[in-house]
């Protein structure tokens, strides 16, 4: 039978946990040719292992180096349907004054400059195909100020603009540019806390927020606008939260 994702190819960064790992399965168990990349050989060998018989390739890269991504896009062989920018790390709570150099140089490397730098290696082939889809991990924090710290908060309101740009320019050539904006997620993200003032003012506003929710939720909403169910979609940014986006 027929998948959703049936003869084509999906390139899935931060593959071997959470929510990217969760978005991966689903796009194989949909008859996708899935290239997964996470920095943990060991997390993508497992999720390979469990996914024995589909298909599935796995690659150890880092998506703040470029070599890395060079090898991920020698792996597609020239044809990539779809991108899903999932990697991600968060910050340590901290409000702007308490921001160090450490924490905002490599939140903005891996959640911004490196989706930007796979979505600029993956568009030109979109281009050529005059078809494509890319899903951008967005967060709680590219829509509101009371979700994290200030690094992790612009490094998402960053994709939040990278995905509106791309699904400006591009939407006329054919591409679908889309971003998911999670909620609480029970993965194995880790937040730290290093500012009694970040800690006091993001738990007072988490206290509102639903109950977090599964990895497998997130697939659900990222693999609707990654495939061709999100036809008429382009430039959305989707909160899939369980409804905080309401309170
Ligand atoms: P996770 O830590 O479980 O999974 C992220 C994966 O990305 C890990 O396997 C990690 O090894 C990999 N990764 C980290 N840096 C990388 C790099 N430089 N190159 C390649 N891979 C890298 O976390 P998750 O919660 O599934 O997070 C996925 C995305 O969802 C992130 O962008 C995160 O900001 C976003 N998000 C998560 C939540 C949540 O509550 N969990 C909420 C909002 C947004």
């Known amino acids: 039978t027929e998948g959703r994702f049936t003869g084509k190819t999906v390139i899935v960064t931060g593959a071997g946990s959470g929510i990217g790992r969760a978005t991966a399965s689903r796009v194989a168990r949909e008859g996708g040719r899935v290239i997964g990349l996470d920095i943990s050989e060991e997390r993508l060998k497992a999720f390979a292992a469990e996914h024995d018989g589909l298909d599935v390739t796995v690659i150890t890269a880092d998506v703040t180096k470029d070599d890395d991504l060079a090898r991920v896009m020698e792996a597609t062989g020239g044809k990539v349907d779809a991108l899903a920018n999932v990697a991600g790390i968060m910050d340590n709570m901290t409000p702007l004054h308490e921001v160090s150099d450490e924490i905002w140089n490599r939140v903005f490397a891996v959640n911004v400059t490196g989706l930007m730098k796979l979505s600029r290696a993956v568009i030109p082939l979109m281009l050529d195909a005059g078809r494509g889809s890319i899903v951008n991990i967005a967060s709680e924090a590219g829509l509101r100020g009371s979700a994290a710290g200030a690094a992790y908060t612009a490094s998402k309101h960053a994709v939040v603009g990278l ?3 791309s699904a400006f320019m591009y939407g006329p050539s054919g591409l679908r540019v889309n971003a998911v904006a999670p909620g609480g997620v029970i993965t194995n993200i880790e937040a730290r806390f290093d500012s ?52």
């Open 163 to 165: 995905t509106k740009s």
């Open 196 to 247: 009694p003032l970040g800690e006091e003012r993001v738990m007072g506003a988490l206290a509102v927020s639903p109950p977090p929710t599964t990895a497998d939720q997130l697939a659900a909403s990222i693999t609707f606008l990654l495939s061709d169910d999100g036809v008429n979609l382009n430039g959305v940014i989707l909160p899939s939260d369980g409804g905080w986006s309401a309170v």
